[in-house]
T-cell receptor, first 113, second 112 residues
Framework: KAGVTQTPRYLIKTRGQQVTLSCSPI?????VSWYQQTPGQGLQFLFE???????NKGNFPGRFSGRQFSNSRSEMNVSTLELGDSALYLC????????????FGPGTRLTVT | TQLLEQSPQFLSIQEGENLTVYCNSS?????LQWYRQEPGEGPVLLVT?????EVKKLKRLTFQFGDARKDSSLHITAAQTGDTGLYLC????????????FGQGTILTVHP
């Protein structure tokens, strides 16, 4: 079974621009969660989508948004980029069983200059 | 707000030594996962523990979930250079199916 895929793997953007990241979950998984990883803050939860609806949201500003499509693929958008948005963005998929297990993709490394 | 405190933050040891990483919280978790992450890659799931007092073994790695489901430990026996990496504990619970709360991570370096 193929794992979680994320595109693109690397991205360089300028302050003020916007960016869209894509995530394809493991086949059969309908839940996709997004995380931001930085050296200072570690891994922080952004939001989760399940059946095309946002189910949980972390403590991030409204510039961070997402959506999920009917095939469970998800996109994350960050508008008006700031230098502090430079991070590794990870998505994880789950079948939402009682074990709460999540499987991560390789991440998208975003650099804002 | 659920928090997980992971210790130590850094661990530098020689090949063949044993080590233990701890993950503690004041909150109860329904499950706790341990991940290992290589630089520039996503975390890879090592194990999930869901029952208080549960012990799971994965070759030289032993994982334990505390009786009260508030803490966990990862013990590595006879560490090898291939064990080098970032180890992360993550807890989940309640209705937050899609949200994992992560510890700060332990950077393990095993020297030959």
């Amino acid at each position: 079974k193929a794992g979680v895929t994320q595109t693109p793997r690397y991205l360089i953007k300028t302050r003020g621009q916007q960016v869209t990241l894509s995530c394809s979950p493991i086949s059969g998984h309908r839940s996709v969660s997004w995380y931001q990883q930085t050296p200072g803050q570690g891994l922080q939860f952004l939001f989760e989508y399940f059946s095309e609806t946002q189910r949980n949201k972390g403590n991030f500003p409204g510039r961070f948004s997402g959506r999920q499509f009917s095939n469970s693929r998800s996109e994350m958008n960050v508008s008006t980029l700031e230098l502090g948005d430079s991070a590794l963005y990870l998505c994880a998929s789950s079948d939402r069983t009682s074990s709460y297990e999540q499987y991560f993709g390789p991440g998208t490394r975003l650099t804002v200059t | 707000t659920q928090l997980l405190e992971q210790s130590p933050q850094f661990l530098s040891i020689q090949e063949g030594e044993n080590l233990t990483v701890y993950c503690n919280s004041s909150s109860v978790f329904s499950s706790l996962q341990w991940y290992r992450q290589e630089p520039g890659e996503g975390p890879v799931l090592l194990v999930t523990v869901v029952t208080g007092g549960e012990v799971k073994k994965l070759k030289r790695l032993t994982f334990q979930f505390g009786d009260a489901r508030k803490d966990s430990s990862l013990h590595i026996t006879a560490a090898q250079t291939g064990d080098t990496g970032l180890y992360l504990c993550a807890g989940a619970g309640g209705t937050s199916y899609g949200k994992l709360t992560f510890g700060q991570g332990t950077i393990l370096t095993v020297h030959p």
